[in-house]
């Protein structure tokens, strides 16, 4: 992802709350410390049907704030 | 004089106390080391260590997941002494250190993974002889200073060179103790099987480390079977609830 991020794709990565550091940190060490980070709340294995959607709503909201962000 | 042979003064340095407890306590304030107190790495030690090291000492020999740091001779001759190690314990650290570099072990999946893996140093050969490194009763610890401060040293280098700090490089959700250190040599002595640097098809009487992502130790522990089959049994039962990841070598030069 951040190789795609750093030749001017639009990119996101999907990450649970506990993994937000690890991912900044990746980011950073990637050389895109400001990486798109969509947080869902965690955790996402063994997730109901129902529990998934709602991740995916919440994904779905950062998505497109993240499309939003990079039109302007 | 080129930047790889200068002396260790003129390289990038940290000014810390060379006081026991106030190198500690640096350690500690600064988010360097296990929380053990620690050898402080002063130039003259740190040139000890690399007394037993014929490489460039500023030239990286990998880099160190999560954060990817150089671990270059001099970084990780700082850990060593830190750690406790002897000069000529060095070249051992170095081995593993290369050896976790090569891409078929994964040290970011290591170093970053919930589950409570951590490079276990397996040592084979005459060099492990000649610095007793402990292959017999309690050779996971705690006792000898060849296993403990081999295993503390490389573990060092992965906090203090890769960054792998609990929660935001290491998710590893419970750990393992064996995360301060884990080093053994092969009984090859009494051993009813090749050893298994031999077995891996390296020369006779070559000095081997491998590193395997490990688990903590598991004993396999069968005080009543009678038939092949029961102690097979007990084996399988054991092999089943653990799961080493693939292990890379090297050889000593």
Redesign the interface.
Known sequence: MCELQKRGKATAVVCSEPFYRLAKTQAAAGGVPDLPLIVIPHPLGGASLDVVQSRADIAYGQLLQIIKDIRQ | MTNQNRPIEQLPCIEAPDDIEAAYAFCEQSGFGDGLPIIPPTVERVERMLMFCDRPRNEPIMTVA???GEATPLRIAANAVMAGCRPEYFPIVMLSMEAMGDEAYNLYGVQ?TTHPCTPLIIVNGPVGRELEINSGYRAFGAGPRSNASIGRAVHLCLLNIG?AKP???D?ATAGTPAKYSYCAAENEAESPWEPFNIEEGFPPGSTTVTVVAAEGPHNVNDHESTSAEGILKTMAGTVAITAPIMPTMRRAR
Request: aromatic share 12%.
């Open positions: 999560p954060g990817y970053a960054g929660g935001a490089g998710m």
